[in-house]
């Protein structure tokens, strides 16, 4: 289902399809959705023109094989290698590895291996398109370099199955929620830890950083939705909205064409419900 941000109205569904959707990503230019189905799917879409929408078919569908769709993201790179386009889909398996695909035609590209036979459910691609992050089941987070393919680091503070993972604006810090009820936030540059967050009482499902960089939001089936400054590495913010487990929170970005000065914060529920939020920010 795709809404206005503006007014929260119905625009349109998007529809192939009888199995769930487990994954859902928009690109840049906000005129690409990429969805993950438990047919094993990855379909791409085109929701730039808002025609049609009910009646859209996709542009492009992967048959990424079982349990090679569970995550799905959007990857766009300035420059592209010898062997690597620069536009790509990443997606997350359940055997330890993320396969990327190509955007034009759907064939895949190549492997990156954790070397540990685990499910990914969490992915992330840096916003300069330079660097993929996963975790899943186990404590480990693993960071890919997209152009090499290679492992760059590797973060185990965790005590427990990681459920998200994000990165900042500017590409150099990843946040990481966890089962263990702790959000840290990892310096990819140098592979080394920043601080961790305490104050959720249940699994933490999702965390996302402020495009300023200076907060982050996260949600747990504790019901709370929570704002962070990393100022002063404590919450500033606890939303109760929810009835039960919060599963994503995620906000607003700026487009291509439409500058966001203040972003707003989403968040959905194991309630079925949407909330936004206008938080009071300094």
């Not at 189905?37 to 929408?53: A, F, H, P, Q």
């Not at 089962?179 to 999702?206: A, E, N």
């Not at 996260?218 to 929810?242: L, N, P, Y």
């Amino acid at each position: 289902m795709c809404r206005d941000a503006q007014n929260g109205e119905c625009v349109g569904q998007l529809k192939d399809g009888d199995y769930a959707i487990t994954s859902v990503d928009v690109n840049r230019q906000g005129t690409r959705a990429l969805t993950s189905s438990m047919d094993n799917t990855l379909r791409v879409w085109d929701i730039g023109t808002r025609k049609s929408l009910n009646d859209a078919k996709p542009l492009l569908s992967i048959n990424a094989g079982p349990i090679n769709a569970w995550k799905s993201r959007f990857v766009s790179r300035k420059g592209a290698g010898d062997d690597v386009p620069a536009d790509l889909i990443a997606s997350s398996t359940d055997s330890g590895t993320v396969k990327l695909w190509s955007l034009e035609d759907g064939s895949m590209i190549r492997e990156l291996n954790t070397s540990r036979p685990n499910f990914m459910y969490a992915l992330a691609v840096s916003p300069d398109g330079t660097k993929i992050a996963c975790a899943g089941v186990g404590s480990h987070v693993y960071v890919f370099d997209t152009e090499a393919g290679m492992l760059l680091c590797t973060f185990s503070g965790h005590s427990d199955n990681v459920r998200s993972v994000s990165f900042s604006a500017d590409s150099s810090l990843l946040v990481t929620a966890s089962d263990d009820k702790q959000i840290q936030l990892h310096d990819v540059r140098h592979g080394s830890p920043v601080t961790t967050l305490l104050g959720h009482h249940g699994w933490v499902l999702t965390a996302e950083m402020h495009p300023s960089g200076a907060y982050i939001a996260s949600g747990s089936v504790d019901t709370k939705v929570k704002i962070w400054d990393m100022a002063q590495r404590a919450c500033v913010e606890t939303h109760s909205q929810h009835s039960q487990a919060v599963w994503s929170v995620a906000w607003q970005r700026s487009s291509d064409d439409v500058p966001i000065t203040r972003p707003m914060l989403a968040s959905v529920g194991e309630d079925c419900s949407v909330h936004l939020y206008d938080p009071l920010l300094a």
